[in-house]
């Protein structure tokens, strides 16, 4: 009977990544790519203005220029799949942006680099998943050439919240 529940476990534990990665359409990852890269713009430029640190100011950056980069790319993707970007960036983005836009000094830093960590995450979780199993060629080649510098990403806002 042990070894039954142990079975159980591990099967359960195994087929975990792919209920994780269920597969998700052209349109929602554009909306979702889309607002994520509108947040690290947007929350950038706030951390290039506001921040007391070079290091954060200087990650801001190359935020700000990978990103509209990325935008760019997934536009002409979008469009080669005949999907429209969104206007603007979703609610949770949205909101965060509003707490970042209220902190201020040390405050600030702390919290943009927290932002940093926990969208980059988000971010390769989707481009990794959508590149593996996306349903348009264009969008898929877009998000597996992405993935890549959003890991690069996430690697230097771990090294600045010290994790």
Same mark, same amino acid.
């Given at each position: 009977m042990?070894? =039954? &529940?142990? #079975? #159980?476990a591990v099967a359960f534990l195994a087929s975990a990544p792919c209920v994780a990665a269920q597969q998700i359409s052209s349109e929602e990852f554009v909306s979702m790519a889309a607002s994520s890269d509108m947040f690290e713009i947007q929350s950038s430029q =706030? #951390?290039?203005a506001n921040? &007391?640190?070079d290091s954060v100011r200087q990650f801001a950056e190359m935020m700000i220029a990978d990103h509209t980069k990325a935008s760019q790319e997934l536009k002409t993707a979008a469009g080669e799949a005949s999907v429209t970007l969104p206007a603007q960036m979703d609610e949770k983005h949205a909101a965060e942006l509003e707490k970042l836009k209220n902190a201020q000094g040390e405050q600030f830093d702390a919290a943009y680099v927290q932002a940093q960590l926990a969208a980059h995450?988000? #971010?390769l979780k989707l481009l990794q998943s959508y590149a593996q199993g996306g349903d348009s060629q264009? =969008? &898929?080649a877009h998000a597996a050439k992405t993935a890549p510098v959003v890991q690069g990403h996430l690697e230097h806002a771990q090294k600045l919240s010290g994790s």
């Open positions: 042990r070894m =039954l &529940k142990i #079975a #159980a =706030l #951390a290039v921040s &007391k640190q995450q988000e #971010a264009p =969008l &898929k």
